[in-house]
């Protein structure tokens, strides 16, 4: 256990000394009336900790979720009361569904104005309930210290999450006993406290995958957040398994593994990869809670298949699929586990599982290679796919919003090596994610290359974070997909809806001029042959950059859509 040193002190400053004790070295946020104590108390005292000011405590919650997914730590991000409390709320239901832990820490107005109007005054408890997996208000000061504990402990154990903590303007002024700073170590990383498997669940597992015929892994973002990636990469060449992923689950296995499928689904998935979980026989979901979006509307793969289940969270094991065995555990220590039993066993049935995921990608880059090549104007998004595979490196970060960047991305760029490199917001799927999220994982992960890969609807929802960058001189790369439409709402208008398009065109906005009046060094691409140019010096300067790139709008694109391709 991490102990301070024993003193009184304010509130504010136990704030102050338990994020310290855990660990905390950066956190996200904006100021405001109700967080002058705790401001005063970062300002002086020694801590270690670095806070990074931004212009909205949206993009605070986003960048802590994009902190604590590239480091396996709890992102930590803070905001005032009224509208400053309103605005952290979508990065914390964010990070909440998607099994990423942050902690937003919101002030608040004093205990003893409550119910007399004071400005900035609501419920915040009420409100964070619903979206957060443990919420509490901090009006004992003495009790600061223990509920802190409660809270990383909740966030990182179990299914990871987000957790909220109110912090009234009087509770910072209060008096906190100095001998009750201290942390529990074992909870400044997650996945802490891990879930072992039962025994007959895994041999049980075992004794299906050894007699299957022609079984598939299909893998969400547990094998990620847990690292599994050798376990799961062991798993696929002892039984010749083919390994496909969901969006979030990118990176459980390298996508040049002669095992990979790549995503399956209706976002990023194709009629070639669908083949492979509609042949299948068994189906093993890892960490995967088998949404509408990973299954089709849950008709790929069918009701009548084998089902084997391993998650963490015990609700969403059965809750889509008839389950024959449920192995309610951590992904790695459950694949560890199978793997072992597994490999006590002298025969298994030949699954041809290599075979079956090579056909999966030459389905795929038969429809791609054409389209990336492309001279066609406005430029193929294919083709910024291609030309980004030639120029990035291996262990280069990808951040990209939902629209345009997302179905490309999880359909066409093959990962080379496992890990965490590739991150969107699959929870909701708010727009304008990926530039603050980029921001996070940049001061995560500093030392490789951020790219942050959004349409021109995001721009706009997130465009004053540029000054951020700059102020703080991050080299992330911005890749602007410019077509003057929210075109996801259009493509469904087209596939769906007659063609009857109503509302969802906008001007075209310059956003090479708008980055470069922030400071941002900027490029626009119309023309195909010069992006491999553009994109390779923007993404070897040393400062922040953007290009935009009049590109393709979905609707008349090829998009590795299932309903729009239908």
């Known amino acids: 256990m991490a102990r301070a040193g024993t003193n009184r002190m304010t ?160 509770t910072q002024k209060a008096e906190v006993d100095g001998d009750e700073i201290w942390a529990d170590e074992r909870h400044r990383t997650f996945p802490s406290e891990r879930p072992g498997p039962d025994p007959d669940a895994i041999q049980a597992a075992a004794e299906v995958l050894s007699k299957a015929k022609s079984a598939i892994a299909v893998c969400g973002g547990g094998p990620v957040i847990a690292g599994a990636f050798d376990a799961l990469a062991r798993l696929a060449e002892l039984l010749d398994l083919p390994i496909a992923t969901t969006v979030s689950g990118q990176g459980a296995i390298a996508e040049t593994h002669t095992n990979a499928v790549g995503v399956v689904g209706s976002n990023g998935g194709v009629p070639a990869t669908r083949a492979v979980v509609d042949a299948a026989d068994v189906i093993l979901f890892i960490g995967c809670r088998a949404g509408s979006v990973t299954t089709e509307r849950w008709r790929s793969p069918a009701q009548d298949k084998t089902i084997l289940h391993i998650d963490s969270d015990p609700m969403v094991i059965g809750a889509n699929y008839k389950t024959e065995v449920a192995i309610c555990a951590d992904a790695r220590l459950a694949l560890e586990a199978l793997v072992a039993e597994l490999e006590t066993r002298q025969q298994f049935s030949a699954q041809g599982g290599a075979a079956r995921a090579q056909s999966a990608w030459q389905g795929k880059l038969a429809a791609f290679e054409a389209l990336a090549n492309s ?102 790369t911005s890749i602007v997909f410019s077509n003057a439409v929210f075109g996801w709402i259009k493509a469904g208008q087209n596939a769906g809806f007659g063609q009857r398009f109503y509302n969802v065109d906008f001007n075209r906005t310059n956003h090479a001029a708008v980055a470069e009046a922030f400071g941002v060094r900027s490029w626009t691409v119309e023309d195909p042959a010069d992006l491999r140019r553009v994109l390779a010096e923007a993404i070897n300067h040393d400062g922040p950059t953007l290009v935009d790139v009049i590109s393709q709008p979905l609707h008349e694109a090829a998009a590795p859509v299932s309903e729009w391709i239908a």
């Open 11 to 170: 509130g504010a400053e136990a704030m102050v000394r338990m994020l310290q004790a855990y660990g905390v070295e950066h956190m996200f946020g904006l100021c405001g009336d109700t967080t002058l104590p705790f401001y005063d108390a970062l300002a002086r005292l020694d801590h270690g900790i670095s806070h990074v000011l931004t212009r909205d405590e949206r993009h605070a919650g986003y960048m802590a979720d994009g902190y604590a997914r590239v480091t396996g730590k709890p992102g930590i991000c803070e905001g005032p009361s009224g509208g400053g409390a309103t605005y952290i709320l979508p990065g914390v239901v964010e990070a909440n569904e998607s099994s990423t832990p942050i902690l937003a820490i919101t002030t608040d107005v004093s205990t003893t104005s409550r119910g007399r109007y004071p400005l900035t005054e609501l419920d915040q408890v009420a409100m964070f309930r619903p979206l957060t997996k443990w919420n509490a208000s901090l009006d004992d000061a003495t009790r600061l210290p223990a509920m802190m504990r409660s809270a990383f402990r909740a966030m990182s154990t179990g299914r990871p999450g987000a957790v909220h903590l109110a912090l009234p303007f009087d």
């Open 375 to 476: 001279p066609e104007r406005p430029i193929r998004p294919e083709a910024v796919m291609s030309a980004l595979m030639d120029v990035l490196d291996d262990d280069a970060i990808v951040v990209a919003d939902p629209g345009t960047p997302c179905p490309y991305f999880s359909a066409h760029y093959r990962w080379r090596k496992p890990g965490r490199n590739f991150i969107s917001n699959r929870a909701h799927g708010a727009l304008g994610y990926s530039l603050a999220a980029a921001m996070g994982a940049h001061v995560g992960r500093p030392d490789v290359k951020t790219l942050s890969v959004m349409g021109d609807g995001s721009f706009g929802f997130c465009c004053g974070e540029f000054e951020t960058i700059v102020r703080h001189n991050m080299p992330i």
